[in-house]
């Protein structure tokens, strides 16, 4: 009897908590508060035309013959609603998980000498979140899922000769995790009990560093190189519990498992990108990427719960590498106006029969642009807008007698990203 109830509450806790991979963990920002908004980041590894190359490449800070300050401030609106075709469970849709997010970046480049840079760039690269209704149909699954980070990147470049130069910057990044679930109660006191929850959260410290190479094969046109190396976090918790049913209760008191501290390690994927831009004419001038993020590892998330005894153990979300490629337009179409266009996709991280919906992505579709004017030699000031496509995202999951079945797909899965960007030369 107590090896059978020891089972039952370990699978209910597991099956409440560790879903550890939130929807904000499969997508990685390309958008940072900066200029190439408007061109859904294509070229942003070649183009280094502004202070935020001190993070995307800090090989490109060689270009810059002026130090200089970009600062911009973006607002997100984030449109996630389900659709549900059948469900184990009573309940809705979850009604609309996003929300508006606001966000901000900034970026420093320093010219030491017309060779020898210095720059850093604050801001996120990873990260956003969901919040269902407490009653939807998966709240099994998951009720809310949010994973916030926020960094500073530090690094230098230096040109080694007329047309190759090299950059490197460290990175130190916060992050901060929360997730909740329902607890299906009925298991232990019967059909009609309400609902607990379980509630994880948490925030931690990572590092990690970033390679770049910047080739100028001649004058207009360039390519460019960038690694961003993983970065590991160790979220530990001791899981909440609220409005447990009396017999799971008493179960838990009396294996040991109520106060359990729960330690999730999680990681940021490496990624490379590689990209080209291109000057036709004075005028017009375009660009493009071609990048790899390395999710496969990624969906390997380390979990340990700690009571009387340990219980390690690996979860594995089945992830696959993705893959970005990105075209974009620059048209300067007055002497002190520019505007941008651009277009990116991204391959899904997750197949269909995987999909969770704590990380509702399919393939992802970019559409952006932009508009810059030069207020004078010294300042320039623009706005830029970009329309993220996260696809329909289907979800077939079988969850068994204590997640149950969870059916149908996302009728709008989309952000919305506007910004306003300030740039000073000096």
Request: hydrophobic share 40%; aromatic share 12%.
């Given at each position: 009897?107590?090896?059978?109830?020891?089972?039952?509450?370990?699978?209910?806790?597991?099956?409440?908590?560790?879903?550890?991979?939130?929807?904000?963990?499969?997508?990685?920002?390309?958008?940072?508060?900066?200029?190439?908004?408007?061109?859904?980041?294509?070229?942003?590894?070649?183009?280094?035309?502004?202070?935020?190359?001190?993070?995307?490449?800090?090989?490109?800070?060689?270009?810059?013959?002026?130090?200089?300050?970009?600062?911009?401030?973006?607002?997100?609106?984030?449109?996630?609603?389900?659709?549900?075709?059948?469900?184990?469970?009573?309940?809705?849709?979850?009604?609309?998980?996003?929300?508006?997010?606001?966000?901000?970046?900034?970026?420093?480049?320093?010219?030491?000498?017309?060779?020898?840079?210095?720059?850093?760039?604050?801001?996120?690269?990873?990260?956003?979140?969901?919040?269902?209704?407490?009653?939807?149909?998966?709240?099994?699954?998951?009720?809310?899922?949010?994973?916030?980070?926020?960094?500073?990147?530090?690094?230098?470049?230096?040109?080694?000769?007329?047309?190759?130069?090299?950059?490197?910057?460290?990175?130190?990044?916060?992050?901060?995790?929360e997730q909740k679930a329902a607890i299906n109660n009925q298991v232990t006191d019967g059909a009609?009990?309400?609902?607990?929850q379980i509630k994880v959260k948490d925030d931690d410290i990572g590092y990690g560093w970033n390679?770049?190479?910047?080739?100028?094969?001649?004058?207009?046109?360039?390519?460019?190189?960038?690694?961003?190396?993983?970065?590991?976090?160790?979220?530990?918790?001791?899981?909440?519990?609220?409005?447990?049913?009396?017999?799971?209760?008493?179960?838990?008191?009396?294996?040991?498992?109520?106060?359990?501290?729960?330690?999730?390690?999680?990681?940021?994927?490496?990624?490379?990108?590689?990209?080209?831009?291109?000057?036709?004419?004075?005028?017009?001038?375009?660009?493009?990427?071609?990048?790899?993020?390395?999710?496969?590892?990624?969906?390997?998330?380390?979990?340990?719960?700690?009571?009387?005894?340990?219980?390690?153990?690996?979860?594995?979300?089945?992830?696959?590498?993705?893959?970005?490629?990105?075209?974009?337009?620059?048209?300067?179409?007055?002497?002190?106006?520019?505007?941008?266009?651009?277009?990116?996709?991204?391959?899904?991280?997750?197949?269909?029969?995987?999909?969770?919906?704590?990380?509702?992505?399919?393939?992802?579709?970019?559409?952006?642009?932009?508009?810059?004017?030069?207020?004078?030699?010294?300042?320039?000031?623009?706005?830029?807008?970009?329309?993220?496509?996260?696809?329909?995202a289907e979800i077939n999951q079988q969850g068994g007698p204590l997640q149950g079945s969870l059916?149908?797909?996302?009728?709008?899965?989309?952000?919305?990203?506007?910004?306003?960007?300030?740039?000073?030369?000096?």
């Amino acid at each position: 009897m107590r090896l059978w109830s020891q089972c039952l509450v370990s699978a209910v806790l597991f099956t409440a908590l560790l879903a550890t991979s939130t929807w904000a963990a499969g997508l990685w920002l390309y958008e940072q508060a900066t200029p190439d908004l408007g061109t859904a980041a294509a070229g942003r590894a070649a183009a280094a035309k502004d202070a935020s190359t001190a993070g995307t490449n800090p090989a490109g800070m060689t270009r810059l013959d002026q130090s200089q300050v970009l600062a911009g401030f973006q607002g997100l609106i984030v449109d996630v609603e389900f659709d549900t075709d059948s469900s184990g469970f009573d309940g809705g849709d979850g009604g609309n998980a996003g929300d508006f997010v606001p966000a901000a970046g900034l970026h420093y480049v320093h010219n030491l000498t017309s060779d020898l840079k210095l720059g850093v760039t604050t801001g996120s690269f990873f990260g956003l979140g969901l919040d269902y209704d407490s009653d939807w149909a998966g709240r099994y699954y998951v009720q809310k899922a949010e994973f916030l980070t926020l960094g500073i990147n530090p690094g230098v470049g230096y040109r080694v000769n007329k047309w190759l130069s090299v950059g490197a910057g460290f990175s130190v990044i916060y992050a901060e995790l929360e997730q909740k679930a329902a607890i299906n109660n009925q298991v232990t006191d019967g059909a009609g009990t309400p609902d607990g929850q379980i509630k994880v959260k948490d925030d931690d410290i990572g590092y990690g560093w970033n390679l770049g190479v910047l080739a100028e094969l001649r004058e207009g046109t360039r390519f460019g190189v960038t690694y961003r190396s993983e970065v590991d976090f160790d979220f530990k918790d001791v899981a909440k519990l609220k409005g447990v049913a009396t017999n799971l209760q008493n179960l838990l008191d009396a294996i040991g498992v109520t106060g359990s501290k729960v330690d999730l390690e999680m990681t940021i994927p490496q990624a490379v990108m590689v990209s080209g831009y291109h000057e036709f004419t004075e005028k017009l001038a375009v660009m493009a990427n071609f990048g790899w993020q390395d999710w496969s590892e990624f969906g390997k998330t380390s979990v340990s719960v700690q009571s009387q005894g340990t219980t390690d153990f690996t979860q594995d979300r089945n992830f696959k590498d993705t893959w970005h490629v990105a075209i974009g337009a620059q048209y300067r179409f007055a002497e002190v106006w520019l505007y941008s266009l651009g277009f990116a996709y991204d391959s899904s991280p997750v197949d269909d029969k995987d999909r969770t919906p704590d990380m509702p992505l399919d393939r992802q579709l970019r559409f952006g642009t932009g508009l810059q004017y030069d207020w004078n030699k010294d300042i320039t000031v623009g706005v830029a807008y970009e329309y993220l496509d996260a696809g329909d995202a289907e979800i077939n999951q079988q969850g068994g007698p204590l997640q149950g079945s969870l059916e149908g797909d996302y009728k709008t899965n989309e952000i919305h990203f506007f910004n306003a960007t300030l740039i000073w030369r000096f």
